[in-house]
């Protein structure tokens, strides 16, 4: 069974960073893309951006163009670097692996204003 490990979550203050991490629990899906989404409080579950198994083709959601760089490393973790947080960023945030059942159980990431 496959895991994705999230990590990284927390309160920080409206224009700060936070880095999260996704962590899969095994090296099978080292050659797949890879993805986040988040969720907010009453909304669905929306995504946020995604990067190619090399990372070299990467995708952002119009919200977070500029704010927000997702990266992978040659352990196949897979960072959300996020830059001038705002208060509609406050979300539960998810690793999914696409077009597969595989999702991580989240980590909340709230910004105060």
């Known amino acids: 069974q496959v895991q994705l490990v999230e990590s990284g979550g927390g309160l920080v203050q409206a224009g700060g960073s936070l880095r999260l991490s996704c962590a899969p629990s095994?090296?099978?899906?080292?050659?797949?893309?890879m993805a986040w989404y988040r969720q907010a409080p009453g909304k669905e579950r929306e995504f946020v951006a995604s990067?190619?198994?090399?990372?070299?083709?990467k995708s952002y959601a119009d919200s977070v163009k500029g704010r927000f760089t997702i990266s992978r490393d040659h352990a196949n973790t897979v960072d959300l670097q996020m830059n001038s947080l705002k208060p509609e960023d406050t979300a539960i945030y998810y690793c999914?692996?696409?077009?597969?059942?595989?999702w991580g159980r989240g980590t909340q990431v709230t910004v105060s204003s």
């Open positions: 999914n692996i696409p077009e597969t059942a595989y």
């Open positions: 095994e090296r099978t899906f080292s050659r797949n893309p």
């Open positions: 990067i190619s198994w090399s990372g070299g083709s």
